[in-house]
């Protein structure tokens, strides 16, 4: 079992209201071989919400309020899913503060990417989990 980034999978979670349907991600789900999570809804923010990034280990909204609290929580919420599907690999929407894997954006609001992992991505890959960004 795989566990997917719901936006990918048609859901309208996006902190903009948005989807960003990708069709082969909405096939795994329909054939019963992927669950879909929003993390971020998980963790008690609303949709739509105000765009966020990571800056350092806090994750900071563009009008700088401290959301990593609701990061963290929406990540282990997951996990818990994750687990409970007994998912050994992830697809995730890449660069996202809480999806993204290996590059997500840098914290200025401008676009511009920085290494690393989003909250809930790094939480799956310490956890033995395979992640892998899907664009
Ligand atoms: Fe998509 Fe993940 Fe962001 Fe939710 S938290 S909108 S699933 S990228």
Do not use: W
Not at 11 to 23: E, G, I, L, N
Not at 37 to 49: A, D, H, I, N, W
């Amino acid at each position: 079992m795989k566990i997917v980034s719901a936006c990918l999978a048609g859901v309208h979670c996006r902190y903009d209201c948005k989807a960003q349907t990708r069709p082969e991600i909405e096939e795994m789900v329909g054939k019963g071989e992927a669950i879909p999570v929003c993390p971020e809804q998980l963790g008690g923010l609303s949709t739509p919400r105000p765009p966020a990034e990571r800056i350092g280990e806090q994750v900071l909204t563009n009008k700088g309020v401290d959301v990593t609290d609701q990061y963290k929580k929406g990540a282990e919420e997951a996990f818990q899913i994750a687990k409970l599907c007994g998912a050994s690999e992830a697809l995730l929407k890449s660069k996202s503060p809480m999806c993204g894997s290996g590059k997500i954006y840098d914290g200025t609001f401008t676009g511009s990417l920085k290494e690393g992992d989003g909250v809930f991505a790094e939480l799956l890959k310490k956890n033995g989990i395979k992640v892998s960004p899907v664009d």
